[in-house]
């Protein structure tokens, strides 16, 4: 079946610090791609997405480029503050199914001054 | 961003009890609801999925005995965990959807933990 698997974290940074936590899947088709963050007390938010091959999601200085090769979609922030500490999912969803998602186990990111 | 509420938070309840938890949307109509659960160091699973007005349909290996979901209305969903176990302790997140093809919104999740 389909799976997304996601570097395990903790991820701890320090501030100005470049970012990248991995993500690949595996898939039968050709899924869209997500990064949902979630920050404390918080649901889970959309952070960037895309849909084809070579697309590439950005969002508040975080880019992720979907790499059918290498069925990747790694974040990376190049320099990371305080507030991007949080919990980060990948997830794949299907065309017509787009609510319906499936996640990897996600990272925690701690930034620190 | 949709506005979604769920609560409790956070609850810890003996073996052997019902728990239940509400999901809101609370400026859209959910036409779907989807309801997932976490374990510790896993994926994020879906468990089930429930139309307005319609019985849920549950993934493999959930028990729909056990993890009962009512959405009666398209603003509102409950999940209840009965006759809870240890095993049953869990993070679980709902996500009210306005449809296919839609972006997913999501609950801030409660942290079940039975004793």
């Known amino acids: 079946g389909d799976s997304v698997t996601q570097m395990e974290g903790p991820v701890t940074l320090s501030e100005e610090a470049f970012l990248t936590i991995n993500c690949t899947y595996t898939?039968?088709?050709?899924?869209?791609l997500f990064w949902y963050v979630q920050y404390p007390g918080e649901g889970l938010q959309l952070l960037l997405k895309?849909?084809?091959?070579?697309d590439k999601g950005s969002n508040k200085g975080f880019e992720a480029t979907y790499r059918k090769e290498t069925t990747s979609f790694h974040l990376e922030k190049g320099s990371v503050q305080v507030s991007d500490s949080a919990v980060y999912f990948c997830?794949?969803?299907?065309?017509?199914?787009?609510?319906?998602?499936?996640f990897g186990t996600g990272t925690r990111l701690q930034v620190t001054l | 961003g949709a506005v979604v509420s769920q609560h409790p938070s956070r609850v810890i309840c003996k073996s052997g009890t019902s728990v239940k938890i509400e999901c809101r949307s609370l400026?859209?109509?959910?036409?779907?609801m989807f309801w997932y659960r976490q374990f510790p160091k896993k994926s994020l699973m879906l468990m089930a999925t429930s139309n307005e007005g319609s019985k849920a349909t549950y993934e493999q290996g959930v028990e729909k005995d056990k993890f009962l979901i009512n959405h009666a209305s398209l603003t509102l969903s409950t999940l209840t965990v009965t006759s809870a176990h240890p095993e049953d302790s869990s993070f679980y997140i709902c996500s009210p959807s306005q449809g296919s093809g839609t972006e997913a919104f999501f609950g801030q999740g409660t942290r079940l933990t039975v004793v």
């Open positions: 895309a849909t084809k091959a070579d």
């Open positions: 400026d859209f109509q959910a036409t779907t």
């Open positions: 997830a794949l969803s299907f065309p017509g199914t787009a609510s319906k998602l499936t």
């Open positions: 898939a039968t088709g050709y899924p869209s």
